[in-house]
């Protein structure tokens, strides 16, 4: 695995490194001592699938708050998805900013996003499946969200969803959620 470090601090894209012959490739896609060497503190607990049937499926931005804030590694493993990783803790120098990837399930890039930024992806292909690979289990009704077009943000997505859900249609903006969770 080579480790990108990206803008935002605790972000990094991951490639894999193949090893090939004429059955295909093998490569290592999770290592705890290989991204303990990157210098990232990650342990899986949880594995989630989330598989999208329809071109410009839209999921995001979503996040958990501490104590329940979640890292993840993020992978394409059929189609491809512009895949956005927003900083959102509040004493960042980076926050507020966006970075975008391109996950490719034929190159199986992945993404890295630490603990306090939200995450989200619009889907490039149909019969897309996007895996995450969680650093803490998800906690039902401890999710937040901001919402996906928030003009704060100006994400440039590459196209408007053709499917949203209707709670992340209904996130608030990123200046709102952070006051609501101040409360």
């Known amino acids: 695995m080579q480790f990108h470090p990206q803008d935002i601090n605790g972000v990094f894209e991951i490639t894999l490194e193949r090893h090939e012959d004429e059955r295909g490739f093998f490569a290592r896609a999770y290592c705890p001592e290989e991204f303990e060497k990157a210098g990232i503190d990650f342990t899986s607990t949880q594995i989630n699938l989330s598989g999208n049937r329809r071109k410009h499926t839209l999921r995001g931005l979503h996040y958990q708050n501490s104590p329940h804030a979640e890292s993840k590694l993020v992978r394409c493993l059929q189609g491809r998805a ?18 975008s990837f391109n996950l490719d399930a034929r190159t ?8 306090g930024c939200a995450h989200g992806f619009l889907t490039l292909e149909k019969d897309t499946l996007v895996q995450y690979q969680m650093g803490r289990p998800f906690v039902p009704g401890k999710a937040a969200g901001i919402v996906w077009n928030d003009p704060q943000l100006s994400i440039d997505w590459p196209h408007e969803p053709a499917v949203l859900s209707d709670a992340d249609r209904n996130w608030p903006r990123l200046a709102t959620a952070l006051r609501t969770e101040d409360k």
């Open 82 to 99: 512009f895949d956005v990783v927003v900083d959102i803790r509040p004493h960042s120098p980076t926050f507020g900013h966006w970075l």
């Open 108 to 115: 199986l890039n992945a993404v890295f996003i630490p603990e």
